[in-house]
């Protein structure tokens, strides 16, 4: 049996349907929308990353005899709504933008339509899985750009929770990263592992050289090395004289990067060894990356910051109900008013606007109807969930490539000041039109 | 069947073990230390958290057919080596500070004691799980002791991936919080539950009033009733009118709290609703919670701060290979040399030391043998997992209790400095003592 995803939700998603299945409100047709605010601080687009993952979880998301029986000894609702949860599934329609897509604030990222109690019970779990997966991918896709088309790889595993690393993995191969450390992530993703040694291995040995010729040994000369556990240059020297010149690659984990790559190349060509590449992996963000872009670095390894969203670990989303339809079967707008935190309610209807060269120039959120035809744009909502079906488009090790593909489709439209990677304005500005 | 951690779990190793296996090496007895070379950023200490959670994927960290079939076919290690996963377990013994104990830098966090290979396939999966949990608990407890005794439950589950949230729950409970609003944390951990409504059920209905009278029909007139939907002195007065008297709270997630609050209150105290108490929840974090202790609230939920650890979302523990058996069978103390990363080589016998008056001066670290029996202080290393198995006082409910007691204990050794929010250095030195 696939595990239950339904605790993984506030208590509150569940004592407010028991107090709707009580006033007769529960089953009214209802309109959530999750969207950010805004970007993290400084960022010119976001990526929206999860939604596959999302899809999956939310099949897995019914209340079984065990969900069940803690919601009953705890109290937690009444009996009348302990029944309406062991009859769950969600039956609704879910459109939303495609994974991989750009993001930018109030982007309306999924949109939920359903019962007010179907679509409510989700939104732990929506908000959950897109604030980190997009925190990841919209903090990745920076680092990506910033290594100017050589390879990363995300090796974070280590820095944030267990299950969370195999989603970070994942969002960050989305966002380009080109493979990860995070076996669980090969697994059930399909994203490409890779990883060959940590100091611990050079230290399980007498000598480094003896190290060198174990892992050469398992793993080929064209294995990556590392060469910083003791002294940098003997490391290089040894790495050589123990692979020959097919060794693969070395790997600096210490050091002052900026100018240890370059001795390094100059030693390794001295050596003879034109073809071994320099990979470094020691806390690089996408700053320290751009800084490097002007050494002979090969590739790069990417842990904590990509993990942690690079100082934005949480991308900010919220799930708001934004239409409902009333006791005369009327729908009717909502918006929260609290001062910082309103909303515009209503269905909406995204469009990237196009310039004649095909570049982004805004965001444009029709409200209550779809854009007008002779709008030059790209229409950024898709269905996800067809009462309750997902489309297996979106799924599964296909999902994620599609998502990968989408990624880098949806850069080549934003215009130049998107890469930037000092802070600033959102790369397009978000429009309100009404038809 | 539980499911497998196996694969949570960087590729590299299991490619140290493939080549430590060809080289005869895997077996060597050693010795890996988990620790953090500093605090976050101006932190005056640290709180661990996650070793009982840990414990229990230890126990689930086996190589099952799926496990082993995804590392065939894709090549990660040879058939040797397979072999050699299928029948893995550990059997080796963990030693360490208590779940819940104050950590400070170089803290010998985990002290695992193997094989090579048993040891060194646990890296990812320890710090995993050390990283995330201990630096929510780290977080946590600030905003603890900032909050000056007033409660304080843990709201951020859509802020972190979703098994993560189930992670925090349980850091922020250790940590001091009281309540949390994960339900899977309610049922894997024991953490109490809490939860009412939020903005979208008050807009479910045609109007405010019809929401709180719902809602008081279904959970009492004991509940707390979100009151900052519209308007907020409408919305409180009509919580009152509809609740009466017993209305146990109302609760504010926008706005300037630091002058909503007070006018909350004497709005409450000027309808008779003086037992009513006011809840806070929008953006908290312990600076904000600590500006807001001179206002009459009455507990607050903390959200993105908490389950991000506050801007530090990994606590940067490491796992190192500190000592081994050679092949003539002699222990070895090793050390890697790279610049900023060196490590103390062998094993530690950490103390508290402690002041006549019983608060802590130094976190005393002996290395190659126990402490002497003069010193006055507090060892801080127990026995965790003795040759593969878990003590069960450190796991489930039993262990999440005893963690928030040893966190409560802990904290009052320490010294005033411990709880400025302020910048500044560790609250006590770590020093390192030869026997």
């Known amino acids: ?16 349907i028991d107090a709707a299945i009580r006033a007769g409100t529960h089953d009214r047709p209802s309109v959530f929308e999750a ?65 991989g897509e750009v993001y930018f604030p109030n982007s309306p990222i999924l949109v939920v339509e359903s019962s007010f109690a179907e679509g409510v019970v989700l939104e732990t779990l929506i908000l959950s899985v897109l604030n980190y997966d997009s925190s990841v991918a ?27 690393a195999v989603a970070a993995a994942r969002a960050a191969y989305i966002a380009g990263f080109g493979a990860t450390s995070n076996l669980e992530a090969g697994r059930t993703w399909g994203v490409p592992t890779m990883g060959t040694a ?24 064209s294995t990556t090395l590392l060469v910083d556990t003791y002294d940098v240059p003997h490391g290089v020297e040894t790495a050589v004289r123990v692979a020959g010149p097919e060794l693969g690659a070395v790997r600096l984990d210490s050091g002052d990067l900026l100018t240890l790559v370059s001795s390094v190349r100059r030693q390794l060509d001295g050596l003879g060894n034109t073809a071994t590449k320099i990979t470094v992996t020691n806390d690089l963000d996408e700053y320290t990356i751009a800084a490097l872009a002007a050494t002979p670095v090969d590739s790069f ?30 729908w009717v707008s909502v918006a929260k008013k609290s001062p910082e935190k309103a909303t515009h309610g209503g269905r909406k209807h995204p469009v990237r606007l196009l310039d004649a060269s095909g570049t982004a120039v805004s965001e444009t959120i029709y409200v209550g109807a779809a854009a007008p035809a002779v709008v030059r744009g790209r229409a950024l909502h898709t269905t996800l969930v067809t009462d309750g079906v997902a489309d297996p488009a979106h799924l599964g090790h296909r999902g994620v490539e599609a998502a990968r593909e989408r990624r880098a489709t949806a850069l080549r439209e934003l215009p130049p000041e998107a890469f930037r990677l000092a802070a600033g304005e959102p790369a397009v500005p978000t429009v309100y039109a009404e038809v």
């Open 1 to 16: 049996m696939t595990e239950s995803t339904a605790l993984l939700t506030d208590r509150y998603e569940l004592t407010m």
């Open 35 to 99: 969207f950010g605010r805004s970007l993290p601080a400084g960022r010119r687009y976001g990526v929206v990353a999860g939604t596959g993952r999302l899809l999956e979880l939310i099949a897995d998301f019914r209340f079984g005899d065990a969900e069940l029986e803690f919601l009953r000894q705890n109290r937690v609702v009444s009996d009348a709504t302990l029944d309406w949860l062991a009859g769950y599934r969600f039956t609704g329609s879910i459109t939303g933008y495609r994974e």
């Open 138 to 164: 919209s903090a990745a896709s920076r680092m990506v750009t910033a290594a100017l088309g050589r390879p990363l790889a995300e090796m974070g595993s280590r820095r944030t929770g267990e299950h969370s």
């Open 198 to 221: 940590a100091h611990a291995f050079t230290m399980l040995f007498d000598s480094e050289e003896e190290a060198f010729r174990a892992q050469v040994d398992a793993l080929g000369a």
């Open 301 to 330: 390894g990417v842990g904590t910051s990509v993990v942690t969203g690079s100082g934005s670990p949480a991308a900010g989303m919220v799930y708001k109900l934004v239409a409902r339809q009333g006791a005369d079967g009327d």
